[in-house]
């Protein structure tokens, strides 16, 4: 270690709390000496998780890419990097040119949400594939909360959040956030927010068919069969208008159809559905009573609820109920956010309806919000007479994150060409033919834009670059910019000149709308930031809600959080918004939006067929799975990390002893799991914190697959992939796979 040792703030890059952090770097040895948490930092207060310390390993991971490569007879050979780019636009244009748009496709994963750069640039890359053929990890996710959103406050981007700081009631179903760290909850240590509210005298209840870490925390927990969240919400809302606990407050004069919904839920009681939740009705009723009586009350669902038969209709429950109790939008309710760049993703006016554009080439299911279900990928690349060609993957990895990815697998080698924009070869991208791998993040400089659009307290963060990136890297904008150039006959500097053009465009625009006078010259003279992505970052910064405008108003700009002492500025608490940011048409939240009442036939028909059954029944072999995440797991991400496989086996089927009892199964004997398209061994883990009838496997392994290069997660935690035990069922609704409530069987072997 040398004498050069230097404290810098940055924030942490792995999962949606952005917790601020304090590391000390040796800049002569480029090492990453210690990381801790910021105890200045606003949101975080010092705490961090074990993920804090994953981008530095990261960083030194030796089986990470530093090279383009690109795959031969005799293995992975480095090439440069102007012939890999031109060789992917080449050859990609070939086939776009040759045999349609849609030869061509797109997936995209998880960590692009953390890089600013890569998320500006990526619509130009789009635009230039122009394939309709569109997957991300967004339909195994959040796609029900995206379309319920558009469908009822005309932003399919900005999610309502539970104001965890001032509520007095905090329902979570369907979600742990203290090991998820917060998802569309942007909270650093959701336990201790939980806590505060228990302390001023509030209540934690968790529904879910496991006793998660977040239950173990909270004041009461219910056990609800999967995939019947909707059937509960629903008979919540019924129990609302039986009792005339309606309260619209500063929302009333824009909620339309409140009749209308009172009739669709009208079948849908406490004792009608509680033989199909497993929830007693005087349970439901007591919990609505408690809800009532909470001057403020938080209703939260995340991905359980997203993936499943029903997930758009339990999202709309969700926001139904905050809307019919004046709990949305209302300080300690469910709030949105006011993201500092001031925007909300990609979107356009509520009246553009986002959704059934175009279809699948085979099945013919519509897009949701410009995508199309992932679980589909494999159908759709050996589609007869429609096959796609050449698939380009971007920090994603679907053979193990996605519905049949064994089908996946199999359906890559039918590709013409595949390129993949990974840091690992993996066991998908061990299938590109080209691999560019990008900077991490000590390397680059960023802004976590993204996750500034849910968090339950508005922020501006950050990250400075930390070293320079060693000889034959690039960021993953800069990339994702040369190949849309390359793709555009442009030069990567004129493609660049398109994009900013196009946020000044932007910028001056907004500024109309909001009353002032602003020009390009202006602009161009204040600008700062030492890359293009940082100068974007200063024009949305600056022209946003806390923004100077240019010089209109006091306020601030890049250069104002590069100089802040911590990593993150603080902007004070959630602000009511609506109706003022509305974007539906006339300004309207329609409870009866079309997005929810087709659906509503398909939910009856369910329901009448699956009314009267016992959710606790003994059904011989039959069990339904669920999901569920580790602290230390990330998708797949960390699998190749020591630190974060090391110890007991996390892939495991848990199940409930009187399961367990009854199918003759030990604790850590091997289970055999069997499902309508396959079938896995596992080891079983016996615990009284599942609900009888559900098995529980995480979501992420199966390290199987010998072309691979990740040697730690092959050789110490493989694991079986439970995606490779579900179908590519989804949630009509909203064209999400569904991955929780699949029925299985288990047998001893």
């Known amino acids: 270690m040398s004498d050069n040792i230097e404290t810098l703030r940055r924030i942490c890059p792995t999962c949606e709390a952005c917790c601020g952090l304090i590391m000390q770097v040796d800049r002569d040895q480029k090492k990453i000496v210690s990381i801790k948490g910021d105890p200045d930092d606003h949101r975080s207060k010092g705490y961090v998780c074990a993920k804090s310390q994953a981008f530095n390993y990261i960083y030194e991971d030796t089986e990470r890419l530093r090279h383009p490569v690109k795959k031969t007879a005799d293995g992975w050979q480095e090439i440069s990097w102007d012939e890999a780019l031109d060789t992917i636009a080449a050859k990609f244009s070939h086939i776009r040119d040759t ?242 760049t001031g925007g909300f993703g990609p979107g356009g006016a509520g009246d553009i309806k986002p959704y059934g554009r175009w279809h699948s080439k085979v099945r013919g299911v519509p897009e949701t919000c410009g995508e199309l279900p992932a679980s589909l990928m494999a159908e759709e690349i050996t589609a007869p007479g429609n096959e796609v060609r050449g698939l380009l993957t971007i920090c994603g990895n679907p053979v193990l994150s996605v519905p049949r990815g064994d089908k996946i697998h199999k359906a890559l080698d039918t590709l013409d060409f595949m390129v993949a924009l990974d840091i690992y070869v993996n066991e998908t991208t061990s299938q590109a033919d080209i691999i560019l791998p990008s900077t991490v993040h000590p390397e680059h400089s960023n802004i976590d834009v993204t996750f500034q659009n849910f968090t339950t307290r508005n922020y501006l963060s950050f990250s400075p670059k930390t070293f320079e990136p060693a000889p034959g890297l690039k960021d993953l904008g800069e990339i994702i910019l040369e190949l849309a150039a390359r793709m555009s006959g442009l030069s990567r500097d004129e493609m660049d000149g398109f994009v900013y053009q196009g946020m000044i465009d932007m910028v001056i625009e907004r500024a109309e709308e909001d009353g002032y006078s602003l020009s390009a010259d202006t602009i161009n003279e204040q600008i700062s930031g030492d890359s293009s992505p940082e100068r974007f970052a200063d024009l949305m910064i600056r022209s ?53 009442a087709n659906d509503l036939t398909r939910l009856q028909q369910r329901f009448e067929d699956r009314s009267g059954q016992n959710a606790q029944a003994d059904s011989g072999n039959d069990m339904l799975l669920i999901g569920r995440r580790h602290v230390r797991d990330m998708n797949s991400w960390l699998h190749n990390l020591k630190p974060y496989i090391r110890g007991s086996n996390r892939c495991t089927a848990k199940i409930n002893p009187a399961d367990a009892e009854r199918l003759g199964l030990k604790h850590e004997a091997d289970v055999k799991v069997v499902s309508n398209v396959g079938e896995a061994v596992i080891p079983v883990e016996i615990s009284d914190e599942m609900m009888p009838g559900v098995v529980s496997i995480p979501h992420g392994f199966g390290h199987v697959y010998t072309e691979s290069k990740q040697s730690n997660a092959a050789s110490i935690l493989p694991g079986i992939s439970c995606n490779d035990l579900i179908d590519e069922s989804l949630d009509e609704a909203s064209s999400t796979c569904i991955v929780n409530g699949v029925p299985v069987q288990l047998f001893a072997v």
């Open 99 to 340: 045999h349609g748009k849609d030869a061509l496709s797109i997936y995209v994963g998880n960590p692009l949400g953390h890089d600013f750069a890569a998320g500006v640039y990526l619509q130009a890359l789009m635009t230039a594939i122009g394939t309709e053929r569109f997957f991300s990890a967004g339909t195994v996710d959040q796609m029900p909360q995206q379309r319920v959103c558009w469908g009822l406050i005309g932003h399919e981007w900005l999610f309502p959040v539970p104001d965890l700081s001032r509520t007095e009631l905090f329902i979570c179903m369907g979600a742990n956030p203290l090991v998820s760290q917060g998802s569309i909850l942007g909270t650093p240590d959701v336990k201790r927010a939980m806590m505060d509210i228990q302390q001023r005298g509030g209540k934690c209840v968790v529904i879910d068919p496991r006793r998660t870490e977040t239950a173990e925390a909270a004041d009461q927990h219910l056990f609800i069969q999967p995939g019947t969240d909707a059937y509960f919400l629903m008979a919540f809302a019924n129990t609302l208008f039986e009792r005339n606990d309606i309260q619209l407050g500063h929302l009333s004069e824009h909620i339309d159809n409140v009749d209308e919904l009172r009739r669709a839920v009208a079948n849908y009681t406490p004792e009608s559905t509680a033989s199909l939740t497993g929830v007693p009705a005087e349970t439901l009723r007591q919990l609505v009573t408690d809800y009532c009586a909470a001057e403020k009350a938080a209703l939260y669902g995340r991905i359980g609820l997203c993936t499943q038969e029903f997930g758009l209709a339990s999202h709309w429950m969700l926001m139904v109920i905050s809307l019919l109790t004046g709990n949305f939008d209302r300080e300690g309710g469910m709030m949105l956010a006011t993201a500092p």
């Open 544 to 596: 946003g809600p806390y923004g100077d405008q240019f010089g209109h108003r006091k306020g601030i700009s890049l250069q104002a959080i590069k100089d802040h002492p911590q990593a993150s500025m603080d902007l004070g608490p959630l602000q009511q918004r609506l109706p003022g940011i509305l974007r539906t048409p006339g300004k309207r939240i329609d409870l009866m939006h079309e997005v929810f």
